[in-house]
């Protein structure tokens, strides 16, 4: 019974470590291309921008409104509260070329996009 | 035979009152399908899980409850309920953990003691490695998941047991249809290793696939079907076959509010059979109907 569990145990522990070394990929040591965003009476500005594939990319969310917003993407799997008149920053992985939607979770109408090429 | 018929007719309704409902609430204007917003797909068929892991930095509360019913003879029924934490550390990891609690209501059942209970059952966690990500132009996303639990209760009979699970599943998903139709893939494989209060030891295992076909109705809602092939061995190395069946049945989801969702599926055995015995469905190992309904809290 001991060994049984002993061996259990060994498997999570393998499983987890294996997950979690995997996930960690070389591109995230490289620099990562800045994307500038500005969140303002319900809107992005811009709502399309473009970023290199295969580098990792930071969202600098700047929210000039009255009151929070959250910025979030179901492809970028990403999701960032930024308070009102404060600024967010999402880390995202290196991209595969393609086009990643984004939108403000609060507001049903704000919405952009991410062209990685 | 009227009862199964009756039961399936009775879920087939409510499945199609609830997404009925949910769309005229969801689509009090037309809409185009390209302007819905991206779908986590984790949830969206039914018993088999989709390949989502959610976003980083997400937390999220779940009550799932699986119950299973019917029995060859007399009245089954029994359920388990995970009170289910979930987060999503990195883009590429989703953590879940919780505990069970389980009922059993048990009358006239061959091979089984009566019962009537409910329990705390043991705890469980899942990790969840996303290992192809979909893209816009790559519509296949894969996830290998580990979901290792410990249980004090049987689920089958219900009785005092130390019962140790090991759940590694592959599940993939397909985007046919942007933001329209989706299909569903399961790999599964589950060792088990039981000691019963007489000391006696069960080793055993599942293994099986599925595929799911599921479609987006409206921005919020998605119905679909799901069809399951499990095998039953008494042992973890899969060398000693018992039985197996095949389940189908509908699945929805219904997404409440940007941050609430739930969903909901039923499975009946459509074939089965077990070794050594010529009877018509495997109901030794596996259940006539199982039902899913799980509600979500994102935070």
């Known amino acids: 019974m001991a060994t049984v569990h002993r061996m259990i145990r060994k498997a999570t522990l393998v499983a987890v470590c294996g997950m979690a070394m995997s996930a960690v990929s070389p591109s995230q040591a490289q620099q990562a291309s800045e994307i500038h965003l500005t969140y303002s009476k319900g809107q992005f500005q811009p709502t399309e921008v473009r970023a290199p594939a295969d580098k990792p ?14 910025f979030e993407s179901k492809s970028l ?26 939108y403000d979770d609060f507001n049903e109408k704000a919405r952009g996009a991410l062209t990685v090429q | 035979m009227r009862m199964r018929i009756k039961s399936g007719v009775s879920f ?5 009152s609830a997404a009925c409902l949910a769309t005229s609430f969801g689509n009090a204007h037309a ?24 976003l980083e930095g997400e937390k999220e509360f779940t009550i799932d409850t699986v119950g299973r019913f019917g029995k060859r003879d007399g009245h ?16 590429f990891i989703q953590i879940e953990f919780g505990a069970l609690g389980s009922t059993h209501n048990i009358n006239g059942v ?41 249980r004090s209760i049987d689920e089958t009979s219900g009785t005092r047991v130390h019962n140790y699970e090991f759940e590694t599943v592959v599940n993939a998903d397909l985007e046919l249809l942007r933001n329209r139709l989706y299909a569903g893939f399961n790999l599964l494989y589950e060792p088990e290793v039981t000691w019963a209060s007489t000391g006696e030891v069960e080793r055993e295992a599942k293994f099986g696939g599925s595929a799911a076909l599921s479609l987006r109705i ?18 973890a190395n899969l060398t000693a076959f018992t039985g197996d069946a095949v389940l189908m049945g509908p699945t929805l989801y219904i997404q409440f509010t940007p941050k609430m969702f739930m969903t909901a599926a039923w499975n009946a055995q459509v074939w089965g059979r077990e070794i050594g015995n010529p009877v018509s469905l495997n109901l030794a190992e596996f259940q006539r109907h199982r039902a899913r309904l799980k509600f979500a809290w994102e935070f």
Not at chain 2, 12 to 16: G, T, V
Not at chain 2, 223 to 233: A, F, I, Q
């Open chain 1, 57 to 70: 990319i930071t969202f600098r969310v700047k929210n000039l409104d009255a009151k929070a917003m959250e």
């Open chain 1, 77 to 102: 799997r990403v999701e960032k509260v930024v308070a009102a008149n404060s600024e967010g920053i999402v880390n995202v992985r290196a991209l595969k070329p393609g086009r990643y939607e984004f």
């Open chain 2, 12 to 16: 087939a309704l409510a499945f199609c």
């Open chain 2, 31 to 54: 809409e185009d399908a390209s302007s819905w917003r991206d779908l986590e797909t984790k949830y969206i068929f039914g018993f088999t899980t989709g390949s989502g892991i959610g």
């Open chain 2, 76 to 91: 089954y029924s029994a359920t388990e309920t995970k009170y289910e934490f979930e987060f999503t550390p990195t883009q």
């Open chain 2, 110 to 150: 061959t091979d089984l003691d009566d019962r009537r209970q409910f329990a705390a059952s043991g705890a469980f966690a899942e990790f969840r490695y996303l290992a192809i990500e979909r893209t816009s132009s790559n519509p296949l996303a894969v996830t290998l998941a580990v979901e290792p639990t410990a």
């Open chain 2, 218 to 235: 409206a921005s919020n809602v998605v119905v679909g079907g799901e069809v399951w092939y499990l095998r039953h061995y008494d042992a």
